[in-house]
């Protein structure tokens, strides 16, 4: 069984830096791409950034130059360093993972972390 498992998250104030990491684990052949998403009370889930198997990444526009995501290959993990952030980043942060998985016929999946809340204070 696969599972993502996010840590990190807390309370900040207004320009701190947080960093979020994400591990995954169980029968994991190779990972697609990672990501992070969140969710602020009453908005829709939106993209934060996302890392793909070719080391590309991309960021939302309200997050380039101030949020940087990294893999760590050897633990199959995902970070988010969050620096300058600002009260309206303020939301759950989720991790996210295509994986291709599997110990016989392999399969590509997507997988859900259970949501790490940050919080930033004005």
């Known amino acids: 069984q696969v599972q993502l498992v996010e840590s990190g998250g807390g309370l900040v104030q207004n320009g701190g830096s947080l960093r979020l990491s994400c591990a995954a684990s169980?029968?994991?052949?190779?990972?697609?791409?990672m990501a992070w998403y969140r969710q602020a009370p009453g908005k829709q889930r939106e993209l934060v950034a996302i890392?793909?198997?070719?080391?590309?990444?991309q960021y939302a526009d309200s997050v380039e130059g101030r949020f940087t995501i990294s893999r760590d290959g050897a633990k199959n993990a995902v970070n988010l360093q969050m620096n300058s952030l600002k009260p309206e980043d303020t939301a759950v942060y989720y991790c996210?993972?295509?994986?291709?998985?599997?110990?016989?016929?392999?399969?590509?999946?997507?997988?859900w972390g259970q949501g790490t809340q940050v919080t930033v204070s004005s």
């Open positions: 996210a993972a295509s994986l291709l998985i599997g110990t016989g016929l392999y399969e590509l999946r997507d997988y």
């Open positions: 169980g029968s994991i052949v190779s990972i697609n791409s």
């Open positions: 890392i793909r198997s070719g080391g590309i990444s």
